[in-house]
T-cell receptor, first 112, second 113 residues
Framework: GENVEQHPSTLSVQEGDSAVIKCTYSDSASNYFPWYKQELGKRPQLIIDIRSNVGEKKDQRIAVTLNKTAKHFSLHITETQPEDSAVYFCAASKTNTDKLIFGTGTRLQVFP | DAMVIQNPRYQVTQFGKPVTLSCSQTLNHNVMYWYQQKSSQAPKLLFHYYDKDFNNEADTPDNFQSRRPNTSFCFLDIRSPGLGDAAMYLC????????????FGQGTRLTVV
């Protein structure tokens, strides 16, 4: 089955700096890659996603890149703000199954 | 408006005493998931329903069962909770499973005493 690895497990940045979180997946058939943000004690919420027919997607300060050949995808947050502090999870799934498999999570801390 | 609703938010149960967690959705999504999330870990898929079809993960203990009586509701039954079952339980839905966004409920934090 699918296995998703995520690095780093913790990331501390200064406000205004960029943050990059990387994930690798094992199943080459996976074709949907969402990123979720989970604030302390709250539900995971989708912040951006990418499908395998696209190499990059951007939404304001957040971007995701996908390298299908290498089976890895990354989340890029620019101009970080303290409210970006949370745990971020990548995930992978494919359209012929119902499963959404999560990476191990990255705790991002943005210091003012 | 809450779209995926979990009750209760906090549940305390005794060791070995059966407990049921509930989830309801107003999205009319086909797929409902139950995840277990322990502190500082990723959500771990326990099982999911595509409509009425039940799909169990291979490593989900037999102690965990689920029911989906209709499209809107899904229940997680823990037959004999152990201390190791203390966790946040997250319900999620998606319109058709793989390749579509999952919407999460607020979770139920289960404490076993």
């Amino acid at each position: 089955g699918e296995n998703v690895e995520q690095h780093p497990s913790t990331l501390s940045v200064q406000e205004g700096d960029s943050a990059v979180i990387k994930c690798t997946y094992s199943d080459s058939a996976s074709n949907y890659f969402p990123w979720y943000k989970q604030e302390l004690g709250k539900r995971p919420q989708l912040i951006i996603d990418i499908r395998s027919n696209v190499g990059e997607k951007k939404d304001q300060r957040i971007a995701v890149t996908l390298n299908k050949t290498a089976k890895h995808f990354s989340l890029h947050i620019t101009e970080t703000q303290p409210e970006d502090s949370a745990v971020y999870f990548c995930a992978a799934s494919k359209t012929n199954t119902d499963k959404l498999i999560f990476g191990t999570g990255t705790r991002l801390q943005v210091f003012p | 408006d809450a779209m995926v609703i979990q009750n209760p938010r906090y549940q305390v149960t005794q060791f070995g005493k059966p407990v049921t967690l509930s989830c309801s959705q107003t999205l009319n999504h086909n797929v409902m998931y139950w995840y277990q999330q322990k502190s500082s870990q990723a959500p771990k898929l326990l099982f999911h329903y595509y409509d009425k079809d039940f799909n169990n993960e291979a490593d989900t203990p037999d102690n965990f069962q689920s029911r989906r009586p209709n499209t809107s509701f899904c229940f997680l039954d823990i037959r004999s909770p152990g201390l190791g079952d203390a966790a946040m339980y997250l319900c999620a839905t998606s319109v058709q499973g793989g390749g579509t966004e999952a919407f999460f409920g607020q979770g139920t934090r289960l404490t076993v005493v």
